[in-house]
């Protein structure tokens, strides 16, 4: 009987991330409010400028399709169905919902953490031709497509659903096959996403910071998941 309580005491037990401790994750969020307040008292808005002019000035069509192509490793829709399908798949194979359950938490996560921030801040993306279009709480802009860019909803969802599947594949993936999962695609979207004007470099590096944080979030979480078997 104290065997089973222990058993089942551990795996409620929080699971350990890397770098260990909540520090870490203060620290994110701390670098998040600093960042934004920094740009809404006008600083390093002419650094997003200069990266916006000078991707503007050194694309031509053969660099645009490549970035274009390589952007969509971060569209949420298609990763949150992939996302889906593996945990159905492990959901069957297992006779239980654990592995549903951390695409909900990334699904509900995102929503909530992405748009409140967007509505909030009203920034309008690098293409705007109008007024103060770098500027952070600039509610001259119109609504819908322009005023939502900060922080980048592409780099929070590529850092969280190249997470979760990684969580997902644990037991066929090496460490660094996942190390590289997590890795490579938010790379690749950090870049691309600037190059094409989608976002400033402020508006992705936040999207960054948000998306490391709730991805320690899922990760902590005892899912009860498959793990790797041993040799």
Known sequence: MRNAITERAARLRLQPVRP???WFDGLLIGL?????????????????????????SHTTQATYWLARVFNYLGNGGPLTLISL?????????RRNVWPILPVVAAFLLTGIVIMPLKIWTER????????????LFNSALPAGTYDTGYPSGHLVNTVVWYGVIALLLAPWLNRTARLWLRIAPPAIVFVTTIYLNFHWLTDSIAGLLLGVFITRLIDRIPW???TRPRP
């Open 32 to 56: 998040f409010a600093l960042l934004t307040g920094v740009l809404a008292a006008g600083g390093l808005l002419g650094v997003d400028t200069a990266v916006r002019d000078w991707c503007v």
């Open 85 to 93: 399908v593996i945990a159905l798949f492990l959901a069957v194979r």
């Open 124 to 135: 309008a993306a690098p293409g705007y031709t109008g007024p103060n279009a770098v500027d």
């Open 224 to 226: 009860q998941l498959p």
């Open 20 to 22: 260990a401790g909540w």
